[in-house]
């Protein structure tokens, strides 16, 4: 007696009455089921799973005829069933380990995967809020145990920090998930404010930002994060010709009358602003040179994660040494700052006992 395949149509391929029931189908039912399933297919349903169970189950059952005067060849349907069993088993390992409980369907977990990415993004700016408030009532010592309390990196801290100050305010911006988040961190507010309220930035608009992915969002603001470095340097050199230009003027005026100790500290202190500005513009190049070296990486053909993971690993130490020596210029910053501090109380109290 033949066996209605209908009631088949929407029973999980794994489900173990599908393949029993498909079993106790003929070939000529299961020719017919497979026709109509990829019908149904072609009208936007998913049977991805239930095509290739059946077509394993035909294969299965096919006798290969041989040529006359020649020896059948079976090795290359042997390899087919075996590629077909490991599908079936791939999903059946993947159904028993992680399935919630309802049927397969791509749609369905398609959504739930942008639902899953919309809450990282807002638990993203929710943890930059408080890294902000820690590091408003802490030093920077303490700051950094409390990184290391909650187990996140300064870099991952200081990316939650900048989208909590970006985007904390924008639900549309916290919905596009952590990743692009920390991409969107390169723009300035105006470029933000911009895709606010639905114009475009460098040709993309926020309902493009949405669709795409990661890489190809990286891709596109690149030439907007090159640019940005050009203006900056352009007016960092702006600035300092300027400043040069006043501190000449200054120089001329300080010098008519005998300087002050103070006076001259200040014209030797002038003389470290630049190479101190042009160190700190190095360091910024090099660190985002070593970031595109990453990202390029990452895109050698047939790369895998292993060997980007050693490749990884054989530089760890250099950038715990470059952590290590931007929490000692933090430190010397905090120092600089409490001297001064203490030695402005010292003048104060100076004056007061003269006074007295």
């Given amino acids: 007696m033949t066996e209605n395949y209908e009631g088949l149509l929407h029973v999980p391929a794994t489900d173990p009455n599908f393949l029993s029931g498909i079993g106790r189908l003929d070939n000529c039912d299961l020719a017919a089921m497979l026709e109509r399933m990829g019908m149904l297919e072609g009208q936007g349903e998913h049977h991805k799973g239930r095509i290739k169970a059946v077509e394993s189950e035909l294969a299965s059952r096919a006798e290969p005829v041989p040529k006359r005067g020649r020896k059948a060849k079976t090795g290359g349907n042997s390899r087919e069933i075996a590629a077909m069993d490991k599908f079936q088993a791939d999903i059946e390992t993947a159904e028993r380990l992680y399935a919630d409980g309802m049927p397969y369907e791509l749609d369905r977990i398609e959504n739930e995967i942008r639902f899953f990415q919309d809450q990282a993004g807002q638990s993203f700016i929710e943890m930059g809020k408080r890294f902000i408030r820690i590091k408003a009532h802490e030093d920077h010592g303490r700051f950094m145990r409390a990184l290391e309390n909650v187990g996140i990196s300064q870099r991952g ?6 989208a909590a100050r970006k985007f904390s305010n924008s639900q549309t911006f916290a919905n596009l998930g952590q990743s692009k988040q920390i991409v969107l961190t390169v723009l300035d507010d105006d470029s933000i404010q911009t895709l606010e309220d639905g114009g475009e930035v460098k040709g993309v608009t926020l309902d493009d930002i949405d669709k795409m992915s990661v890489r190809e969002l990286k891709e596109t603001l690149r ?6 470095k050009s203006d900056r340097k352009s007016t960092d050199k702006a600035i300092f010709m300027k400043e040069k230009k006043i501190g000449e003027l200054e120089a001329q005026l300080r010098w008519q009358e005998l300087p002050t100790k103070e006076q001259l500290a200040g014209a030797k202190l002038d003389e470290y602003l630049q190479p101190f500005n042009a160190q700190l513009h190095d360091a910024i190049f090099a ?13 050698i053909e047939a790369v895998g994660y292993a060997q980007l993971n050693d490749f990884v690993l054989k530089h760890t130490e250099g950038i715990a040494m470059i952590t290590e020596a931007f929490g000692e210029l933090q430190g010397a910053i905090n120092d600089i700052h409490i001297d001064r501090i203490e030695e402005s109380e010292k003048a104060a109290d100076s004056a007061f006992s003269i006074i007295d």
Avoid: F
């Fill in 223 to 228: 030439s907007e994060r090159d640019g940005r």
């Fill in 157 to 162: 801290a200081d990316y939650a920090m900048a």
């Fill in 287 to 299: 660190m985002n040179r070593c970031i595109d070296m990453i990202t390029e990486a990452q895109r």
